[in-house]
């Protein structure tokens, strides 16, 4: 089945534990993607992967750190969180542009305190 | 300062009457328009979309209107189910680089 994994689901952690959320595809997908989803806000790009070892920062990368190392893998790293990085993170791939169609995975709720 | 903007967080139909939400956008490169829709505790899912050399795109029950000059998508569902029941996010792209720009969201809630 073609999908789209993230662990954990949920996470709830302190403020400076240094985590990570990872993401894997089986649709062998060259553009990965990781959002954030606040209320009101939408959904708000953190970064992107063109392919392997080619990442770029979207609207909001300050705090988050990602690797690519496989084109299956896209995880997502955060240093050392702080409580406004509490959200809803979504992982999503496509086949080779964020304009054909996202996959996304279900989801991980991240709360740190 | 958001450049798409779904400026109803909540619309309320009756079960077979017509949907219709709306986006509005203020970057005027912004070439391709895509809709997804969410369920609780799941990720979004591609629904349908549309290039700025069109102005109208169908498929089933969804359509989505595009008009440039107002800077205004629509997306209509006809009939409305219980089953469109979601969230519903406009999303659109300049294609000069990698990234989408998505709305706030609409939740829809089909009345039976």
């Known amino acids: 089945e073609a999908q789209v994994t993230q662990n954990p689901r949920y996470l709830i952690t302190v403020t400076g534990k240094k985590l990570t959320v990872t993401c894997s595809q089986n649709?062998?997908?060259?553009?990965m993607s990781w959002y954030r989803q606040d209320p009101g806000l939408g959904l708000r790009q953190i970064y992107y992967s063109m392919n392997v070892e080619v990442t770029d920062k979207g609207d909001v990368p300050e705090g988050y750190k990602v690797s690519r190392k496989e084109k299956r893998n896209f995880p997502l790293i955060l240093e050392s969180p702080s409580p406004n990085q509490t959200s809803l993170y979504f992982c999503a791939s496509s086949f080779a542009h964020n304009t054909d169609t996202q996959y996304f995975g279900p989801g991980t709720r991240l709360t740190v305190l | 300062d958001q450049q798409v903007k779904q400026n109803s967080p909540s619309l309320s139909v009756q079960e077979g009457r017509i949907s219709i939400l709306n986006c509005d956008y203020t970057?005027?490169?912004?070439?391709?328009f895509l809709w997804y829709k969410k369920y609780p505790a799941e990720g979004p899912t591609f629904l349908i979309s549309?290039?700025?050399i069109k102005d109208k795109n169908e498929d089933g029950r969804f359509t989505v209107f595009l008009n440039k000059s107002a800077k205004h998508l629509s997306l209509h569902i006809v009939p409305s189910q219980p089953g469109d029941s979601a969230v519903y996010f406009c999303a659109a792209s300049d294609g000069s680089n990698y990234q989408l720009i998505w709305g706030a969201g609409t939740k829809l809630i089909i009345k039976p």
């Open positions: 649709m062998n997908h060259e553009y």
């Open positions: 970057n005027s490169m912004f070439d391709y």
């Open positions: 549309i290039s700025s």
